[in-house]
């Protein structure tokens, strides 16, 4: 009975997600472009970058010829890339949060920059340094492929509602994590249900693109990503989280 409960409630927090995506798509798309930038910007970096499933990666095994001068340069692109990004993330959750709250986009929006996006530039810089150092410790392991992805999903659900912990509820980085894990370990069969959907997504965007001409096709698919798919996973987590506040029901 508890598995069929959360099924209906997990059904009824995607039909909501997907009607409001749909009614305020315009507006989550313009706040969304941004995002496909920021992930470009990557892209015109010295360092070893590539583009891979929609995705801007460094290449593992030229870490060791990086220069201190191209660290550098990577570490500021990188922190003004993820700025751009938190940004953009903290402006879709307001759409959700102004429906929930009755508050005035536009005001919102014009306060964000100091009141939210910081602290999600913040707290997205800790996820990825964690996940960076991560990858240095399994470094050449030999188990390498296949503990790297198992810990740092782990790690990535421990962090799986930060950005609506932020904006919805106000906290603060440390507290958002302490949220979003709380959010996780009740609702963990959520979590699980969204990597389905996200999945799902990325392979039906990505027969999309792969149909493309092949010099097209990563770039679509990035842009798929960025304006389309991860703002409709944003606002599906943040009506998710929205969840424990019994007049969101």
Same mark, same amino acid.
């Given at each position: $009975? @508890? %598995? ?26 313009? /706040?969304?472009?941004?995002?496909? /930038? ?10 070893? &970058? ?18 201190? &001068?191209?660290? @550098?340069?990577?570490?500021?692109? !990188? ?9 953009? $993330? %903290? ?11 009755? &508050? ?34 399994? *470094? ?7 503990? !790297? ?5 782990? +790690? $990535? ?7 609506? @912990?932020? %904006? ?15 959010? %996780? ?12 959907? @996200?999945?799902?997504?990325? +392979?039906? /965007?990505?027969?999309?693109? *792969?149909?493309?001409? &092949?010099?097209?096709?990563? *770039?679509?698919?990035?842009? /798929?990503? =960025? ?9 599906? =987590?943040?009506?998710? !989280?929205?969840?424990? *506040?019994? +007049?969101?029901?």
């Amino acid at each position: $009975m @508890a %598995v069929t409960k959360i099924k209906s409630d997990f059904t009824r927090v995607v039909e909501h997600a997907t009607e409001f995506y749909l009614s305020r798509m315009g507006m989550i798309i313009l /706040f969304s472009i941004p995002c496909f /930038f920021a992930f470009l910007i990557p892209l015109l970096l010295p360092s070893p &970058t590539y583009m891979s499933l929609g995705g801007v990666f460094i290449r593992g095994g030229s870490i060791p010829s990086i220069t201190s &001068t191209d660290w @550098a340069i990577t570490a500021i692109a !990188y922190l003004v890339s993820i700025f751009i990004i938190a940004d953009s $993330m %903290v402006n879709v959750s307001l759409i959700v949060k102004s429906k929930r709250t009755l &508050t005035n986009i536009s005001t919102e929006v014009l306060g964000a920059m100091g009141k939210y996006a910081i602290k999600v530039w913040m707290a997205t810089i800790i996820m990825s340094l964690a996940l960076a150092a991560l990858f240095l410790a399994f *470094y050449e392991h030999p188990y390498q492929s296949i503990l !790297y992805p198992i810990v740092s999903l782990v +790690l $990535m659900t421990l962090f799986f509602f930060f950005v609506p @912990a932020i %904006v919805i509820d106000g906290h603060e980085t440390l507290n958002a994590f302490r949220a979003s894990f709380s959010v %996780v370990m009740a609702k963990p069969l959520f979590v699980i249900m969204w990597l389905a959907i @996200a999945l799902a997504l990325f +392979l039906i /965007f990505g027969m999309i693109a *792969y149909a493309l001409p &092949t010099f097209l096709t990563q *770039y679509t698919l990035l842009l /798929f990503n =960025s304006v389309i798919i991860l703002p409709f996973l944003l606002v599906l =987590s943040t009506q998710m !989280y929205m969840e424990k *506040y019994p +007049l969101s029901k």
